[in-house]
């Protein structure tokens, strides 16, 4: 590949690499310093040195990548909020005490059931100084919501630390919020809040205000609530108000990209300003009010949509572009990736482990390197046949890029996601050029009816196409389970044989075959380790009771409701089948004894029955049984008392203080989360 000769490729993959050792390793803000000083100081040296002595270009050369790697480090660690002593993580607070909690509301997010929710930026705690992002839920009610992004809010409430998953393979969302600089979450009311006349007037505020502008004249326009919040998604990239249903659609069809707005949506953007501002002459004034104006609505663009990182990637590496064209340079798009990439890393370096930014850039990229070589397989003369087959080479190109890092972390496949893209394109060009105009007008007033209605309708039919695509959900193969030994393997796989492909020699197909082996030998290495595994787990579900004994692949699963259909497809019990490589073999009613690896397992539900004379090592307590704790612990003596999430809070606390009192160990899942023994 000619573009890694580049230098600047080298400098950002060296860069990323720090980044990624950053945030594994987690080095403190002290010794990164030290290390990035150090190597500053031999970068210096080395830059004076080599221009008197060539021979020392390489080394100097190697010292530059080390900078690079240094300065990923230093990166990442001045971007965690954590590491900021003004951050609330470093304050005393708790969430048994509230307090009062001054706050800017920063982000509107999407609104479930019972709140309303945002991102906020706390100010202070009991009138200490205090910084860092947390999400505000606030509970709904038949009152209309006053607040809007900019208000500074003052709530007496408590912080809600994030904690990890409460069950195994399950999606940590508190890690999530985390790499998102987010730490805790408060709950409070509308009639508890005090809110302050000033208003933070920041980019933010500007760019909440114009959404409600433009969200307020298109309400205005009657335009049908389901298509409004589609045309939100599709051209500014506000996902908030979207139904689940319609999610799911866009989902099972393989159309999730196109509520993402991406390179797509920001090229369609570039390409009308461009035929908007083509009366304007090609002189070296005319290019440059070109270029100011071309640059001015990409960034608008990008702010109005939230700053995404799909949108950030896209609005930076089209901005290169145009500046590119400007200067009359010719530009490679692979250096214009790379350039992105290391400017969006530089500002925000925690998006490299977004989904949506990694998705993202390995699509671009596969379609920029693979989409040419599958062309070249056919060449149709008819242009409707030359449209599908491009428009069926992009989506390959791009799927083919994405499949294995879309398998390890949704675990789905959408078989039709080929016929999707076809239906959908020509559609979308229409819809995108059309909401642009729309969204022009509703900026300043209510835009034309006959407008809004043809948009609508354009929806509407995409709406119906994407529906009826995602019918066929016989084509969405489900929990498909894929580790990181696959992932690694499969893009090995991949990149080897696309380099053989284009420019076929001994040695690439050496290479080929050495990456089908390795491919081989990971799921060799997986099914070994597998087998070997033994575990026996109470997990935490809420007015349920799941245990489940494993023995290599196969599972057996213990519960108070034995409808295997229920059982087989509850979300907690099915993330651990497909992380574990798992098949259910037995779904049986839970018993009161249970025995795993030696140790006797007394489980006692709501009946309160056991019987006394059987010395279990280990006591399940489930479904709240009213049982005198201390007089069992007395005679029984058990190693550990463990209480699943069926259990009343109060009662959970009345043992654990009985516990506590005889020295016997207490696990309750809601609190600690699911009981392993293995």
């Known amino acids: 590949m000619k ?27 002290f010794i990164t310093l030290i290390l990035f000083g150090c190597c500053s100081k031999l970068f210096s040296i080395l830059y004076f040195w080599s221009k008197k002595r060539p021979k020392l270009n390489s080394t100097f050369a190697l010292t530059v990548y080390l900078i690079s790697f240094f300065t990923g480090i230093i990166t990442l660690v001045l971007h965690t909020d954590s590491n900021k002593t003004s951050n609330y993580i470093h304050s005393k607070t708790d969430s048994k005490n509230p307090e009062y909690i001054s706050l800017t509301l920063h982000e509107k997010l999407k609104s479930n059931l019972y ?7 706390i100010n202070s705690i009991d009138n200490k100084t205090y910084s860092g992002k947390v999400i505000v839920n606030i509970q709904k009610d038949s009152t209309a919501n006053p607040l809007i992004i900019g208000n500074s809010i003052r709530v007496k409430t408590t912080l809600y ?13 508190g890690k999530y919020l985390s790499d998102k600089q987010i730490y805790a979450q408060v709950y409070c009311r509308k009639s508890k809040i005090e809110i302050n006349k000033n208003l933070k007037k920041d980019i933010w505020y500007y760019s909440g205000r114009l959404h409600s502008r433009i969200l307020r004249n ?47 949506h920001v090229g369609f953007i570039m390409l009308f300003i461009s035929f908007l501002l083509k009366p304007i002459p090609n002189t070296r004034k005319g290019s440059a009010i070109k270029l100011i104006f071309i640059l001015l609505s990409l960034i608008s663009f990008a702010v109005i949509s939230g700053l995404s990182p799909s949108v950030l990637r896209s609005v930076v590496m089209f901005s290169i572009l145009a500046i590119g064209n400007h200067l009359r340079r010719s530009t490679n798009i692979y250096h214009t990736l790379l350039v992105s990439i290391l400017l969006i890393l530089l500002f925000e370096p925690y998006f490299l482990f977004e989904v949506g930014f990694q998705l993202s850039y390995l699509a671009l990229f596969f379609i920029l390197w693979l989409q040419p070589l599958l062309k070249k397989i056919w060449s149709p003369k008819n242009k409707i046949v030359l449209y599908i087959w491009d428009t069926l080479t992009v989506s390959f190109a791009a799927q083919i890029g994405t499949l294995p890092l879309c398998l390890y972390y949704f675990h789905q496949f959408p078989g039709l996601f ?12 229409f819809i995108m050029i059309a909401g642009i105009i729309v969204m022009l007008f509703a900026v300043f007033s209510c835009p034309p009816s006959i407008l809004v209605q043809i948009f609508e309708k354009s929806i509407f039919v995409l709406n119906k196409m994407i529906h009826f695509v995602a019918s066929f959900e016989s084509f969405v193969i489900r929990d498909i389970s894929f580790n990181f030994y696959y992932l690694l393997a499969f893009y090995l796989l991949i990149i080897s044989s696309i380099i053989w492909l284009k420019k076929p020699d001994y040695i690439k197909l050496t290479i080929v075959l050495s990456s089908i082996i390795l491919l081989q030998l990971s799921f060799i290495y997986t099914k070994r380790e597998t087998e070997k595994q033994q575990e026996f787990i109470v997990y935490n579900a809420k007015q349920q009771t799941l245990i489940s004994e494993r023995t290599g692949s196969n599972i057996k699963l213990f519960t108070t409701d034995t409808l295997l259909k229920k059982n087989k497809f509850n979300q907690v019990f099915s993330s651990y089948l497909v992380g574990n490589f798992g098949i259910l073999k037995e779904n049986s009613k839970l018993k009161n004894m ?66 506590i009192k005889k020295n016997i160990p207490f696990h309750a899942t809601s609190k600690k989360g699911f009981y392993k023994l293995n």
């Not at 573009?3 to 803000?29: A, H, Q, W």
């Not at 709140?115 to 930026?121: E, G, L, Q, S, V």
């Not at 080929?418 to 060009?429: E, M």
Request: with cysteine; glycine share 4%; charged share 20%.
């Open 3 to 29: 573009v890694l000769d580049f230098p600047l490729s080298k400098i950002t993959l060296c860069f990323i690499l720090g980044i990624l050792v950053s945030y594994y390793c987690k080095p403190t803000v």
């Open 115 to 121: 709140n309303d929710r945002y991102i906020a930026i």
């Open 161 to 173: 630390y994030s904690k990890p998953s409460k069950n195994p393979n399950q999606f940590d969302y």
């Open 218 to 264: 298109l309400e205005k326009a009657n335009f049908n609530k389901p298509e409004l919040n589609v045309s939100l998604a599709l051209i500014l990239g506000q996902r908030q108000e979207i139904s689940s249903d319609i999610i799911q659609d866009y989902q099972y069809s393989g159309a999730t990209h196109i509520l993402s707005v991406s390179g797509l």
């Open 418 to 429: 080929f016929i999707t893209n076809i239906i959908i394109l020509p559609i979308l060009s």
């Open 594 to 659: 249970l025995f795993f690896k030696g140790e006797k397992i007394l489980v006692i539900d709501s009946s309160g029955i056991y019987e006394t004379k059987i010395n279990p090592d280990i006591i399940i307590l489930t479904q709240s049984p009213k049982i005198n704790l201390d007089r069992m612990l007395e005679n029984i003596k058990p190693k550990i008392i463990v209480a699943d999430a069926s259990n009343s809070y109060s009662i959970l606390k009345n043992w654990e203080a009985s516990c």
